[in-house]
Protein backbone atom coordinates (compact mmCIF):
# COMPACT_ATOMS: atom_id res chain seq x y z
CA UNK A 1 0.00 0.00 0.00
CA UNK A 2 1.65 3.24 -1.37
CA UNK A 3 1.61 5.72 1.49
CA UNK A 4 1.80 9.55 0.82
CA UNK A 5 0.79 11.94 3.51
CA UNK A 6 1.28 15.07 1.48
CA UNK A 7 -1.71 14.55 0.06
CA UNK A 8 -3.62 14.79 3.83
CA UNK A 9 -1.40 18.06 4.59
CA UNK A 10 -4.54 20.01 5.35
CA UNK A 11 -6.40 17.69 7.26
CA UNK A 12 -3.10 16.71 8.37
CA UNK A 13 -2.54 20.27 9.85
CA UNK A 14 -6.03 20.96 11.33
CA UNK A 15 -6.94 17.89 12.63
CA UNK A 16 -4.24 15.73 13.93
CA UNK A 17 -3.80 16.14 17.64
CA UNK A 18 -0.62 17.40 19.44
CA UNK A 19 0.99 15.83 22.27
CA UNK A 20 -0.32 16.47 25.69
CA UNK A 21 1.21 19.14 27.66
CA UNK A 22 2.34 15.75 30.28
CA UNK A 23 4.32 14.37 27.53
CA UNK A 24 6.43 17.44 27.81
CA UNK A 25 6.38 17.64 31.29
CA UNK A 26 7.90 14.71 31.74
CA UNK A 27 10.63 14.71 29.24
CA UNK A 28 11.46 18.29 30.95
CA UNK A 29 12.25 16.19 33.85
CA UNK A 30 15.35 14.38 32.06
CA UNK A 31 16.35 17.19 30.46
CA UNK A 32 14.54 16.80 26.93
CA UNK A 33 13.44 19.72 25.30
CA UNK A 34 15.31 22.02 27.43
CA UNK A 35 16.45 25.46 26.39
CA UNK A 36 19.05 26.07 24.45
CA UNK A 37 19.23 22.16 23.43
CA UNK A 38 19.55 21.24 19.33
CA UNK A 39 17.17 19.27 18.95
CA UNK A 40 16.69 16.60 15.47
CA UNK A 41 12.62 15.68 14.85
CA UNK A 42 12.65 12.86 12.03
CA UNK A 43 9.63 12.73 10.13
CA UNK A 44 8.34 15.88 11.36
CA UNK A 45 5.04 15.81 9.75
CA UNK A 46 3.25 19.59 10.19
CA UNK A 47 5.71 20.19 13.52
CA UNK A 48 4.01 19.24 16.28
CA UNK A 49 6.95 18.08 18.55
CA UNK A 50 9.07 20.67 16.93
CA UNK A 51 6.95 23.65 17.81
CA UNK A 52 6.74 22.51 21.36
CA UNK A 53 10.29 22.38 21.94
CA UNK A 54 10.77 25.25 19.79
CA UNK A 55 8.33 27.28 22.23
CA UNK A 56 10.93 25.54 25.04
CA UNK A 57 13.62 27.72 23.70
CA UNK A 58 15.47 24.61 22.19
CA UNK A 59 17.26 25.03 18.55
CA UNK A 60 15.05 22.49 16.53
CA UNK A 61 15.30 21.09 12.97
CA UNK A 62 12.49 19.03 11.24
CA UNK A 63 12.98 16.34 8.44
CA UNK A 64 10.42 14.40 6.37
CA UNK A 65 10.13 13.19 3.16
CA UNK A 66 6.90 15.22 2.45
CA UNK A 67 7.46 19.18 0.51
CA UNK A 68 3.85 19.32 1.26
CA UNK A 69 3.55 18.65 4.88
CA UNK A 70 7.26 20.50 5.56
CA UNK A 71 5.22 24.06 4.23
CA UNK A 72 2.18 23.05 6.15
CA UNK A 73 4.77 23.57 9.30
CA UNK A 74 5.78 26.27 8.41
CA UNK A 75 2.30 27.74 8.14
CA UNK A 76 2.09 26.78 11.62
CA UNK A 77 4.84 27.81 12.88
CA UNK A 78 4.48 31.66 11.60
CA UNK A 79 1.30 31.58 13.01
CA UNK A 80 3.37 31.40 16.46
CA UNK A 81 5.95 33.56 15.25
CA UNK A 82 8.63 30.76 15.35
CA UNK A 83 11.58 30.00 13.62
CA UNK A 84 11.95 26.19 13.04
CA UNK A 85 14.73 24.85 9.84
CA UNK A 86 13.10 22.32 7.77
CA UNK A 87 15.02 19.88 5.60
CA UNK A 88 13.53 17.87 3.18
CA UNK A 89 15.38 14.43 3.71
CA UNK A 90 14.97 10.64 4.80
CA UNK A 91 15.52 9.58 7.32
CA UNK A 92 18.17 6.81 6.53
CA UNK A 93 19.93 9.62 4.93
CA UNK A 94 20.52 12.12 6.59
CA UNK A 95 22.32 15.71 4.89
CA UNK A 96 24.07 16.40 8.61
CA UNK A 97 27.89 16.33 9.52
CA UNK A 98 28.58 14.13 12.90
CA UNK A 99 28.26 15.21 15.73
CA UNK A 100 25.59 17.68 16.26
CA UNK A 101 22.06 17.26 17.81
CA UNK A 102 22.46 16.49 21.89
CA UNK A 103 18.67 15.04 21.17
CA UNK A 104 16.96 13.01 18.13
CA UNK A 105 13.30 12.65 18.46
CA UNK A 106 10.86 10.37 16.31
CA UNK A 107 7.23 11.18 16.71
CA UNK A 108 4.13 9.27 15.42
CA UNK A 109 6.67 7.70 12.89
CA UNK A 110 9.22 5.02 13.90
CA UNK A 111 7.32 2.67 12.36
CA UNK A 112 7.84 4.12 8.77
CA UNK A 113 11.70 3.77 9.12
CA UNK A 114 14.15 1.25 8.09
CA UNK A 115 15.61 0.65 11.77
CA UNK A 116 19.26 -0.49 11.56
CA UNK A 117 19.74 2.45 8.48
CA UNK A 118 18.24 5.35 10.67
CA UNK A 119 20.03 4.17 13.81
CA UNK A 120 22.72 3.87 12.27
CA UNK A 121 22.48 7.47 11.11
CA UNK A 122 20.80 8.74 14.55
CA UNK A 123 24.54 7.49 16.14
CA UNK A 124 26.01 9.64 13.33
CA UNK A 125 24.14 12.69 14.23
CA UNK A 126 23.80 12.63 17.94
CA UNK A 127 26.90 14.17 20.05
CA UNK A 128 28.25 12.55 23.31
CA UNK A 129 25.47 11.41 25.25
CA UNK A 130 23.00 12.60 23.36
CA UNK A 131 19.40 10.92 23.43
CA UNK A 132 17.02 9.31 21.30
CA UNK A 133 13.08 9.68 22.30
CA UNK A 134 10.35 7.75 20.05
CA UNK A 135 6.92 8.80 20.84
CA UNK A 136 3.60 7.63 19.63
CA UNK A 137 -0.19 8.78 20.30
CA UNK A 138 -2.18 6.06 19.32
CA UNK A 139 -6.53 6.20 19.58
CA UNK A 140 -7.64 2.78 20.93
CA UNK A 141 -10.22 0.42 19.55
CA UNK A 142 -12.06 -0.70 22.54
CA UNK A 143 -15.11 -3.20 22.51
CA UNK A 144 -17.78 -1.56 20.26
CA UNK A 145 -16.03 1.95 20.68
CA UNK A 146 -16.37 4.31 18.12
CA UNK A 147 -12.55 4.09 17.20
CA UNK A 148 -13.64 0.14 16.25
CA UNK A 149 -16.15 0.93 14.37
CA UNK A 150 -14.33 3.78 12.31
CA UNK A 151 -11.14 1.26 11.63
CA UNK A 152 -13.96 -1.40 10.66
CA UNK A 153 -15.34 1.37 8.08
CA UNK A 154 -11.66 1.78 7.18
CA UNK A 155 -10.85 -1.49 6.24
CA UNK A 156 -14.14 -1.92 4.72
CA UNK A 157 -12.66 0.69 2.39
CA UNK A 158 -9.20 -0.43 2.72
CA UNK A 159 -8.40 -4.10 3.01
CA UNK A 160 -5.09 -3.53 2.52
CA UNK A 161 -4.42 -1.22 5.48
CA UNK A 162 -1.85 -3.10 8.66
CA UNK A 163 -3.14 -0.09 11.22
CA UNK A 164 -6.62 -1.32 13.16
CA UNK A 165 -6.17 -2.88 16.51
CA UNK A 166 -2.75 -1.30 17.92
CA UNK A 167 -2.68 -1.20 21.64
CA UNK A 168 -0.39 1.90 21.51
CA UNK A 169 2.54 0.11 23.03
CA UNK A 170 6.05 -0.67 20.89
CA UNK A 171 7.79 -3.63 22.45
CA UNK A 172 9.75 -4.32 19.70
CA UNK A 173 11.29 -0.87 19.65
CA UNK A 174 13.03 -1.83 22.72
CA UNK A 175 14.26 -4.96 21.14
CA UNK A 176 15.39 -2.57 17.99
CA UNK A 177 17.65 0.05 19.80
CA UNK A 178 19.33 -2.51 22.28
CA UNK A 179 20.50 -4.03 19.33
CA UNK A 180 21.67 -0.77 17.78
CA UNK A 181 23.98 -0.44 20.70
CA UNK A 182 21.70 2.23 22.65
CA UNK A 183 21.92 2.06 26.85
CA UNK A 184 19.92 3.24 29.58
CA UNK A 185 16.49 2.56 27.88
CA UNK A 186 13.56 3.69 29.51
CA UNK A 187 10.05 3.59 28.43
CA UNK A 188 6.35 5.24 30.02
CA UNK A 189 3.02 5.09 28.98
CA UNK A 190 -0.31 6.88 29.90
CA UNK A 191 -3.70 7.01 28.88
CA UNK A 192 -6.31 9.83 27.96
CA UNK A 193 -9.06 11.19 26.82
CA UNK A 194 -8.98 13.79 23.56
CA UNK A 195 -12.31 15.40 22.65
CA UNK A 196 -12.96 15.65 18.91
CA UNK A 197 -15.99 17.33 17.25
CA UNK A 198 -17.62 15.32 14.55
CA UNK A 199 -16.03 17.14 12.02
CA UNK A 200 -12.56 17.14 13.52
CA UNK A 201 -12.39 13.45 13.86
CA UNK A 202 -13.63 12.44 10.51
CA UNK A 203 -10.60 15.13 9.58
CA UNK A 204 -8.41 13.27 11.46
CA UNK A 205 -9.47 9.82 9.94
CA UNK A 206 -8.93 11.43 6.73
CA UNK A 207 -5.46 12.45 7.42
CA UNK A 208 -4.65 8.70 8.56
CA UNK A 209 -2.23 6.81 6.38
CA UNK A 210 -5.20 4.29 5.55
CA UNK A 211 -7.63 6.81 4.27
CA UNK A 212 -6.11 10.11 2.79
CA UNK A 213 -2.98 9.00 2.61
CA UNK A 214 -3.54 5.82 0.44
CA UNK A 215 -6.85 6.22 -1.33
CA UNK A 216 -8.06 8.16 -4.48
CA UNK A 217 -10.18 11.65 -3.88
CA UNK A 218 -13.43 9.72 -5.09
CA UNK A 219 -13.31 6.88 -2.16
CA UNK A 220 -12.14 9.40 0.49
CA UNK A 221 -14.76 11.36 -0.32
CA UNK A 222 -16.92 8.03 -0.44
CA UNK A 223 -15.47 6.96 2.93
CA UNK A 224 -16.00 10.36 4.68
CA UNK A 225 -19.84 10.26 3.86
CA UNK A 226 -20.18 6.94 5.48
CA UNK A 227 -18.43 8.10 8.96
CA UNK A 228 -20.58 11.37 8.54
CA UNK A 229 -23.80 9.01 8.89
CA UNK A 230 -22.17 6.52 11.11
CA UNK A 231 -21.51 9.43 13.78
CA UNK A 232 -24.49 11.63 13.28
CA UNK A 233 -26.79 8.63 13.56
CA UNK A 234 -24.90 7.09 17.23
CA UNK A 235 -22.90 10.26 18.34
CA UNK A 236 -23.45 13.86 20.03
CA UNK A 237 -21.40 16.11 18.47
CA UNK A 238 -18.34 15.97 20.96
CA UNK A 239 -16.69 13.09 21.37
CA UNK A 240 -14.03 11.58 24.15
CA UNK A 241 -11.85 9.50 22.24
CA UNK A 242 -9.42 7.18 24.18
CA UNK A 243 -5.54 7.83 23.77
CA UNK A 244 -2.43 5.73 24.86
CA UNK A 245 0.54 8.03 25.10
CA UNK A 246 3.68 5.85 24.28
CA UNK A 247 7.48 7.20 25.11
CA UNK A 248 10.88 5.79 24.56
CA UNK A 249 13.98 7.10 25.81
CA UNK A 250 17.59 6.12 25.09
CA UNK A 251 21.14 7.05 24.97
CA UNK A 252 23.93 7.15 22.25
CA UNK A 253 26.76 4.39 22.79
CA UNK A 254 29.75 5.46 24.17
Known amino acids: MKIDFGRTAKDYSLFRAGYPDELYKRLRRINIGSDGQSILDLGTGTGYLARRFSEQGARVTGVDISEELINAAKELDNEKGLKIKYVKARAEELPFHAPTFDVVTAGQCWHWFQGEKVMNEIRRVLKKNGKLVIVHLDWLPLKDNIVMKTEELILSYNPNWTGAGGTGVYPDWLT ?3 NGGFKNIET ?24 GASLDKETVKAFDHDLKILLESNYRESIDIPHRVFCLVCSKPQ
Open 176 to 178: QVA
Open 188 to 211: FTFDLDITYSQEAWRGRIRASAGV
